[in-house]
């Protein structure tokens, strides 16, 4: 096999792993202008407050 067609299979193989992933999101993919969350009443909803964890990178922006 040749450089040339190495680095064509290469390319071809890398765009097809990439093409293939996806978004990594599971199941069906949302439509445009369809909102993924179903609506609620606002007054129905209440708001937990969420617990501040700490990350490994923290660190570096601290």
Known sequence: ???GALIK???VA?????GLSGCG????L????V???PVTDPAETRETPVEDR???L???LD
């Open 9 to 11: 299979s290469t390319c």
């Open 35 to 37: 909102s993924a969350a």
């Open 58 to 60: 923290d660190g570096l």
């Open 54 to 56: 700490r990350f490994i």
């Open 14 to 18: 890398a765009a097809l792993v990439a």
């Open 30 to 33: 949302d439509r445009p202008g």
């Open 1 to 3: 096999m040749t450089t």
């Open 25 to 28: 999101r599971k199941g069906e």
